[in-house]
């Protein structure tokens, strides 16, 4: 029995283990990890809000855009145009 080929394959075996193991462990922090924001864009003129509603759609987008690339926003609050609001 060759010590030095049993010894190779489970280095190998390990280090595979390894690299494809890590992917899976940064998606579980990230999954434990409550990072959702929710938002209320109000009334807007769309073809349900109707031509009465009194914010466009660029009003309502901007909260949105802003929770999606915005940096250092507090995670799993409830936001309307950039402020917090209470649930």
Known sequence: MN???IFTFWRSLLSVSGV????????WEIAT???RNDMCPGWVKTDMGGPNAPR???QA???AVWL???ENIP???FFRDRT???W
Request: aromatic content about 4%.
């Open 56 to 58: 466009d759609v660029g």
């Open 20 to 27: 494809q193991g890590l992917p899976w462990l940064r998606l």
């Open 33 to 35: 990890k409550d990072l």
């Open 61 to 63: 987008a901007d909260t």
């Open 84 to 86: 917090e609001i209470e």
């Open 75 to 77: 995670t799993g609050r």
């Open 68 to 70: 999606a690339l915005g």
């Open 3 to 5: 010590i030095g080929l």
